[in-house]
């Protein structure tokens, strides 16, 4: 019975995460509730993750809303900033890395928020897309909190791409550095293969499901779906906040 219900998670976390965004912290659930070493439970879920949005990139890249050459140059980028940000010794407090991500959540969603009227992006060229990338992959190494909700406000606001499209270049995005985070862990033996293996199928196919919805969704129901996760991660931040 423990079992099925922990498969069962596993393909809600696939389908959520896939939809969306809140996939990582129901596996991380399952890993920990296994009691598995922290490290190990980190490396194996970085595994899941990567399986988890690589699939839904390929379920978004099918249904023809994934814009390869723009998901692309900001990946290579932001997998770069991952490397960049994993090599730093960066020393930020809990409070301050709470604050960014507040902040940034409610800036980015106000902005995705607003409507799918077709407006021009406010930053536009190589240059600007290879900065916001290294940034957000840096973010990722570094911070990683809410990384796929802070990754669709960044590529709303400052590229003005809608919702569903920037819900698919995120997951790219957060396929790659997560694979690159997975490699550096599974080289320390931190990865449990089997486990991963296990719950890499219901989490395929939750995630294939996710991304089929996501397609079919119209671009209000994705928003509200968005502001609901974006509300219950911001209050799970400022209750950090207060506790601080």
Not at 84 to 101: C, T, W
């Amino acid at each position: 019975m423990e079992k099925i219900l922990l498969l069962s998670l596993a393909l809600f976390g696939g389908f959520i995460g896939s939809l969306m965004s809140g996939g990582s912290i129901i596996v991380f659930f399952i890993l920990t509730s296994l009691s598995l070493p922290i490290k190990a439970a980190i490396g194996t879920l970085k595994m899941v993750i990567a399986g988890l949005t690589l699939v839904s990139s390929i379920g978004y890249l099918r249904a023809g809303v994934l814009d390869l050459r723009l998901a692309s140059f900001l990946t290579a980028s932001a997998v770069l900033g991952a490397y960049l940000g994993s090599l730093l010794v960066l020393r930020i407090s809990e409070l301050g890395a709470r604050i960014l991500v507040a902040v940034f959540l409610i800036i980015g969603a106000y902005f995705m928020l607003r409507g799918e009227e077709k407006r021009e992006a406010v930053l536009e060229g190589r240059f600007w897309q290879f900065l916001i990338g290294i940034t957000l992959g840096f973010y990722i190494g570094v911070l990683g909190q809410a990384s796929t909700l802070v990754a669709i406000s960044a590529l709303g606001l400052f590229f003005r791409l809608d919702i569903l499209r920037a819900n698919a270049t995120a997951k790219l995005i957060i396929f790659f550095t997560n694979l690159m985070a997975f490699l550096s862990y599974a080289s320390q033996g931190a990865v449990d293969y089997p486990l991963g293996a296990i719950l890499l199928v219901p989490i395929a196919v939750g995630s294939w499901l996710g991304a089929r919805v996501a397609v079919r969704l119209s671009p209000k129901v994705l928003r509200t779906v968005f502001l609901v996760l974006v509300v219950l991660t911001l209050l799970n931040v400022l209750r950090g906040l207060i506790g601080l």
